[in-house]
């Protein structure tokens, strides 16, 4: 059987074409990328301002954990049987699928940005404010920055729920990776199945290493502690470097 | 309402067997994890190799997962013990961290206080460390109970049978009502277990109820 596998994955005509690996390996990328983009767009800001203020704590916290007892497939095609008949052509899967995407991919940004921003150093931002800086340049440049970390979790927690739902959304007739997986389980095509399976997980576990160097990038310095090597002495955590300790925040 | 009042058995039914597919791993997951947390608290090299090696596992969807287990482990494809893998795996991989973050929340001076005492390493995991790091454990098994009654009603497009089944009925039907009841029976179910790990918790940790009401 992994010999039918490798054989499936390695010829050149399942590369080809409107519905060759390559081309449903952009669709995958690019239905998960617009979704996390336009859940980012409102989520950042509204998280940003809820940790800033303080208004809606409630709301946010709350969220998180409602959105994870809901089922993604049964919100799925839900929405698709719900709006689908309102619209004609690929708009009434496209549309209600893309909704489900972009709702799924809120919460964990949200509360991301959120606890990013609430979790800041209040020394820091009484530094800043001593310094001079008003509410906004607070926001601007110590309280984004140092939220940076959390922020990225909940845009990679995010990120893998899009690409696992967007994997689901093939049966609505979504195309992406998905497709292979569906497709292969409903004519029982066993090696396409297992390919499709396997591309779509190789994609998460990509997708998710490129966010993680993007936070190695864009995650200041002076948080991380990456530059200084040197050992420090906290009797608890015992000698390590403390680069681990970034992740241990989520 | 009609369709809810004819299918009210077969509702039940595939709640248990949702309650069996989700339930199972958690306890799994919790009994894998607590050692794997234990050795990543204890052994500092091993904590970012244990915590980044879950981490990848829990980035593979779904789906996929419960569609590669069959190859991986020479299981047939409609084996819910496939299911009940794939779940153990996603909860170990939640587990992990939480166990060894809920460890080294133990305060320093009780772990040296029960040495000093003579408990020995093994005791004084079970009698000292284990329970006062419950509520952290507690927590993050909450977040697993929950993803889990969710996540195992996508086994329903492999043709493994449990809430999940609703959703595709419905759909292939072009019927809402059986996609509405099951979204509900899942977030009612993953409420239950929420409800059910707070309970046990609050069992596990008479030292904060105390301190809630210092009566």
Known sequence: ?250 | MTWLGDHLGDILGLTVRHIYLAGVPLILGLFIALPLGWLARRHKGLYPILIIGTGLLYTIPSLALFIMLPFLLGTKILDPINVIIAMTIYTVALLVRTVADGLGSVPEEVNQSATAMGYKRVRRFMSVELPLAVPVISAGLRVAAVSNVSIVSVAALIGVEQLGSLFTDGFDRAFLEPIIVGVISCVLLALLFDGAILGLTRLATPWQRARESPS
């Not at chain 1, 690019?30 to 998280?47: D, F, H, K, R, T």
């Not at chain 1, 190789?202 to 993007?214: G, H, K, N, S």
């Not at chain 1, 002495?233 to 241990?248: M, R, Y």
């Open chain 1, 1 to 250: 059987m992994i010999n039918r596998i490798f054989a499936w994955l390695t010829d050149g005509a399942h590369w080809q074409g409107y519905d060759g690996i390559a081309a449903r390996l952009i669709e995958h990328l690019g239905y998960s990328l617009s979704a996390v983009l336009v859940a980012a767009l409102i989520a950042i800001p509204l998280g940003l301002y809820i940790g800033h203020t303080g208004h809606g704590r409630f709301l946010v916290v709350n969220l998180a954990g409602a959105a994870r007892a809901i089922p993604s497939l049964g919100l799925l095609l839900l929405a698709v049987l719900w709006l689908g008949p309102r619209f004609n052509g690929d708009i009434a899967f496209l549309l209600p699928a893309g909704l489900v995407l972009v709702v799924l991919a809120i919460p964990p940004i949200l509360s991301g940005a959120y606890a990013g921003v609430e979790g800041v150093d209040p020394d820091a931002r009484d530094a800043a404010k001593g310094m001079g800086m008003g509410g906004r340049q607070v926001l601007r440049h110590v309280e984004l920055p140092c939220a940076l970390p959390l922020i990225m979790s909940g845009i990679r927690a995010g990120t893998m729920q899009v690409i696992a739902t967007a994997t689901i959304a093939a049966v609505v007739g979504l195309g992406g990776l998905g497709r292979f997986l569906i497709d292969g389980l409903a004519v029982r095509d066993t090696p396409q199945t297992a390919s499709g399976a396997i591309l779509v997980a190789l994609l998460a576990l990509t997708v998710d290493m490129v966010l993680a160097m993007v936070q190695r990038l864009i995650v200041s310095r002076g948080l991380t502690g990456r530059y200084k090597r040197v050992k420090t002495f906290d009797p608890d955590a015992g000698v390590t470097s403390p680069a681990p300790a970034l992740e241990h925040v989520a």
